[in-house]
């Protein structure tokens, strides 16, 4: 049973940063394609970064030169590093897995529970 586990969110002062984690189980990691998305009160979810099985990257505009995805499959651990932080960017964050592609498109078939990043001015 895959299983997901978002870590690492907190409570920031604009201009700082965070990395996130978000530690895989349950499936072969590597085979997997992973996402990060995130959702403030009141609006949808959307696709901040997302990395395929060769390490291709992909990055909401709105984040990019600012975060940077990555992730280590001998640890089975996906990571999201943010920098300079905007209080637009506090939101519910969450991780995804999917063996199909699905890059920022909200379809992946396995999420985790989310972690929670605050970001004040």
């Known amino acids: 049973q895959v299983h997901l586990v978002e870590a690492g969110g907190g409570s920031v002062q604009a201009g700082g940063s965070l990395r996130l984690s978000c530690e895989a189980s349950g499936y072969t990691y590597r085979t997997y394609c992973m996402g990060w998305f995130r959702q403030a009160p009141g609006k949808e979810r959307e696709g901040v970064a997302a990395?395929?099985?060769?390490?291709?990257?992909a990055y909401a505009n709105s984040v990019k030169g600012r975060f940077t995805i990555s992730r280590d499959n001998a640890k089975n651990i996906l990571y999201l590093q943010m920098n300079n932080l905007k209080p637009e960017d506090t939101a519910m964050y969450y991780c995804?897995?999917?063996?199909?592609?699905?890059?920022?498109?909200?379809?992946?078939?396995?999420w985790g529970q989310g972690t929670q990043v605050t970001v004040s001015s």
């Open positions: 990395i395929d099985v060769h390490g291709y990257t």
């Open positions: 995804a897995a999917d063996q199909v592609n699905r890059w920022l498109l909200p379809h992946y078939k396995y």
